[in-house]
């Protein structure tokens, strides 16, 4: 069934989370749901008015006694007829409820002889708010922003979302399209009236419009950067020899024992993940079974992980033991394992050197002189000095640049987006300076920035796009 013909049909589900809790909501979307409604409650409910009350089974008896609450469309949540009907939440009483609507559904209305809610069935992942953008009450890029302000790991981020669901990214995106709108105005002109003696472009200041264009464009851009990272953070890997000091690294960041940390050398196995947060921004650390080689099996499957975790990093941090700094054998294998990063790793992947065990290391040689040998950050896990020091150099690496207050949360897609626009920009400004103004190559530029403007809030959107987006909704939602 295409996505139209879904659009047409009334939907309900459970909208709140699985799960035992004092309160749960099985809500109802749909046009002409006042049959439902008296099968259901009883009695009429009165617009935006929380009714208490019986939900009735079948035979008339109660499943539960709560709260009826009705949104007639417009003015609604999908932009269609809404019923909430809010009960005890237990799991089974949810059911009980949601099953009851969609057999009352189906039921003839005595008044007509015809089923009081035709075609209800159970809602898909994001089709509440796959309607609200469908009807015009939400934009696309304020529908993604509702999942994730549930999603939000940090409190950045929840503040993020609820801006843009509020609807200032969109507003940022619209004035973009508007200026960029009024400068294809005036190139469409110069194409429309060649013969004209006036030069719009020139009198209009076209070239100071696009500069300006593209200087806010820039701002957008590193903002929405900030978005996406308030939303995505990074993947850190630590990487690094055994007894380098990488899980007590990880459970220093994190502040709670995570790992297990022994003298033995190879005692990390497997992979160890926690997310952090530094000044809002999620850091997903991983720890990693030492580098070397093993005869070990079990050793080797989680050296092989290793690997396999530092080659899809967002950076890498390499973990060096200050105390063996100086031990020949430990400095061959330093470097075989420096190759083997630099050959796994895109040059766009950082790799920040960090030496672990100052502590250790400042009894056998003045700080000043490991200062000199070893670049890098310098720490000790075991007492935290030097970790402030490494949490702003990873802010650094994540590119974090700006305070939470006033940035948006952003998307991958809607990052990707903003760079073809930037692109189609370039190219843009490329013709309006040619000697010979290639004004319909201009024209087409940008016409085709805007359509990619367009695709952040939705004007222009695939319905394969749609549906990769509000599948990862949860249901009810």
């Given at each position: 069934m295409n996505r139209l013909a879904r659009h047409q049909q009334p939907i309900a589900a459970i909208a709140t989370a699985p799960g035992r809790g004092a309160v749960g909501i099985v809500r109802v979307s749909g046009r002409g749901l006042g049959s439902l409604i008296d099968a259901l409650c009883g009695v009429a409910l009165k617009p935006r008015y929380a009714h208490y009350g019986p939900f009735r089974d079948a035979d008339g008896s109660p499943i539960d006694h709560g709260l009826a609450l009705y949104f007639p469309g417009p003015n609604s949540y999908t932009g269609e007829d809404v019923l909430e009907l809010?009960?005890?939440?237990?799991?089974?009483?949810?059911?009980l409820l949601l099953a009851r609507c969609l057999a009352a559904a189906a039921e003839l209305d005595p008044a007509n002889g015809q089923?009081?809610?035709?075609g209800l069935r159970v809602a898909q992942p994001g089709e509440f708010t796959e309607r609200a953008f469908l009807n015009d009450k939400i934009d696309l890029a304020q529908a993604e922003a509702i999942a994730d302000l549930i999603d939000a790991s940090t409190e950045a981020a929840a503040r993020s979302a609820s801006r843009s669901l509020s609807g200032e990214f969109s507003k940022e995106i619209h004035s973009l399209r508007d200026?960029?709108?009024h400068l294809r105005m005036l190139v469409e002109a110069t194409l429309d009236f060649p013969e004209e003696e006036i030069d719009f472009l020139q009198q209009a200041d076209a070239q100071g419009q696009l500069t300006r264009l593209q200087?806010?464009?820039?701002?957008?851009?590193?903002?929405a950067h900030q978005g996406a990272l308030l939303r995505d953070g990074i993947k850190?890997?630590?990487?690094?020899?055994?007894?380098?000091?990488?899980?007590?690294?990880l459970n220093a960041l994190a502040g709670a024992e995570l790992a297990i940390v022994t003298p033995v050398a190879g005692t990390t196995r497997d992979v160890v993940a926690q997310t952090i947060q530094i000044e809002g921004v999620p850091l997903h650390v991983m720890d990693t079974a030492g580098l070397r080689d093993s005869d070990d099996e079990v050793e080797k499957i989680g050296i092989e992980r290793a690997w396999g975790h530092i080659k899809t990093a967002d950076a890498v941090l390499f973990l060096h033991d200050l105390t063996r700094a100086t031990q020949p054998d430990y400095q061959v294998e330093e470097a075989r394992i420096r190759v083997g990063l630099l050959g796994s790793l895109p040059a766009s992947v950082p790799v920040l050197e960090v030496w672990n065990k100052l502590d250790a290391a400042v009894q056998a040689a003045p700080t000043e002189l490991l200062i000199q040998a070893h670049p890098g950050v310098r720490l000790s896990a075991k007492s935290g000095q030097g970790l402030d020091a490494l949490r702003r150099q990873l802010l650094e690496l994540a590119g974090w640049q700006a305070a939470p207050e006033g940035v948006c949360i952003a998307r991958e897609r809607h990052i990707q987006a903003l760079r073809r626009v930037?692109?189609?920009?370039?190219?843009?400004?490329?013709?309006l300076a040619a000697?010979?103004?290639?004004?319909?190559?201009?024209?087409?530029?940008?016409r085709l920035a805007q359509n990619?403007?367009?695709?952040i809030t939705g004007e222009f959107t695939s319905d394969d796009l749609l549906g990769v987006i509000f599948s990862s909704f949860c249901i009810g939602k």
């Open positions: 809010q009960a005890h939440g237990g799991p089974v009483v949810l059911q089923p009081r809610l035709s200026a960029l709108i200087q806010a464009l820039a701002q957008v851009m590193q903002r850190v890997v630590i990487a690094g020899q055994p007894n380098a000091g990488k899980s007590s690294l930037d692109e189609h920009l370039h190219h843009a400004a490329d013709h000697q010979a103004r290639l004004l319909d190559l201009l024209a087409e530029e940008l990619a403007l367009n695709d």
